[in-house]
């Protein structure tokens, strides 16, 4: 069946493009569990191949040296993670007093700002998204690092 959408309105255009777009979008979150590691392992392909390819540069065999680049992945990312796991906990229960040290920061500087800035009343507030936007990545990261250890 093909379709040629030259013949249509543009709203049909329109409407067309954003249906797809919708299929689309949902497709591809049923199939995130086949694509995160597919995209993960192109991923760490373009940040390895380099290595590979320097080893078989200086004589060492291909699957040599390919097993010598997972070695030394693996050897890095359990360096990665146990730094993270022992390091995480301290840095997350600190946040609360980092926060307060920024909200007390962006208060004294807001000190400087000219009477009746609309910018005065949002800089504590900044501080807080600050430290919330940190404690958010810190999380993620450590969510993905676990998904990643499960899917191995």
Not at 65 to 92: C, D, K, N, R, Y
């Amino acid at each position: 069946m093909d379709i040629n959408v030259s013949n249509f309105s543009m709203q049909t255009k329109v409407m067309i493009y954003s249906i797809a777009a919708v299929i689309l979008t949902i497709g591809m979150r049923d199939i995130a569990t086949i694509l995160i590691p597919i995209f993960f392992s192109v991923f760490i392909f373009l940040i390895f191949a380099p290595l590979i390819y320097w080893l078989k540069r200086k004589g060492i065999p291909g699957g040599v040296s390919i097993g010598l680049v997972i070695l030394f992945f693996i050897m890095v990312f359990t360096g990665t993670g146990v730094l993270l796991m022992e390091f995480l906990p301290q840095f997350t229960s600190q946040i609360p007093d980092y926060q307060i040290q920024l909200t007390e920061s962006m208060e004294s500087l807001a000190g400087y700002l000219p009477v009746g800035m609309p910018l005065e009343g949002f800089l504590p507030d900044i501080g807080v998204f600050i430290v919330g936007l940190t404690a958010g990545l810190l999380t993620t990261i450590l969510n993905a690092g676990t998904t990643v250890a499960s899917l191995s």
